[in-house]
């Protein structure tokens, strides 16, 4: 069982940055895919970034290329969204998640943390 927790969210202005982390415990991290998820209030939730085990393959939603970096520390257990150029559309909850198949969807994904509210103002 992998517990994941998400850190870094909050409040900024349309233009700035934020890097959000998302820390595992309980499992063995780096045998694990990572994927990085947002969902705004009344939409579906969406694929953002994800990254292979070692961290040297890495994809990324069309919404998001060019803008956002995901990263991992396997010695640290952690995973990392790097968030530049953000828009008042970018504002969601962002969810960490761990899981076996090299998959944009969701359901792929076994493992969830609980979310980090991240606000992009005008």
């Known amino acids: 069982q992998v517990q994941l927790v998400e850190s870094g969210g909050g409040l900024v202005q349309a233009g700035g940055s934020l890097r959000l982390s998302c820390a595992a415990s309980?499992?063995?991290?780096?045998?694990?895919?990572m994927g990085w998820f947002r969902q705004a209030p009344g939409k579906a939730r969406e694929f953002l970034a994800r990254i292979n085990y070692s961290g040297r393959i890495t994809y990324y939603g069309d919404s998001v290329k060019g803008r956002f970096t995901v990263s991992r520390d396997n010695a640290k257990s952690t995973v990392y969204l790097q968030m530049n150029s953000l828009k008042p559309e970018d504002t969601a909850v962002y969810y960490c998640?761990?899981?076996?198949?090299?998959?944009?969807?969701?359901?792929?994904?076994?493992?969830w943390g609980q979310g980090t509210q991240v606000t992009v103002s005008s």
């Open positions: 998640a761990a899981g076996s198949t090299w998959s944009d969807a969701a359901v792929q994904y076994t493992y």
């Open positions: 309980g499992g063995t991290f780096s045998s694990y895919l």
